[in-house]
């Protein structure tokens, strides 16, 4: 059994644990490079075939005040194709909201920043985990944490 947790925005991220918790596979969300990036379905749909019997948690998103109609399009393109690729798979899956996986996940952290304290609880529980985009970034790719924390929510919520 797997669990996968899924920030499905274009900067977002996916997080596959195994059934003792452990960190089995962590991803960028897979883009086509160029000058106007887009989604790389095939890559994503490659992703989540090799773990059918997992659950995933993918993160509830919503369009938000002086947010911008391109960037609003984007994240719910995003949104429709994993969860329509979980689908697609046959997989079991939950749509979670952010406020929910903080909540249980964050309870131990200071949450004047859920960003930080994701990547505190990233690196507290996964103290060997490099958490950045490539080797020359100075700061945690925050998609990867924030799928980290998803799975982890999924992880405690659906296990035994």
Known sequence: MYY????????????????TGNLVEKIITPLIPGKKPMYDVHAMAGILSK??????????????????????FKTGRGYGLWEGIVVGLGMSYDIISPKTWQKEVLKDVSKLDTKQAGAVICHRVFPKEDFRASSRCRVDHIGLTDATCIALYVYRTNRG
Request: proline share 3%.
């Open 51 to 72: 773990y059918k019997d997992a659950i995933v948690g993918i993160e509830k998103q919503q369009a938000y005040p002086q947010q911008g109609v391109s960037s609003t």
């Open 4 to 19: 996968i947790g899924i920030d499905c925005g274009f900067t977002g991220g996916i997080i596959v644990l195994d059934d």
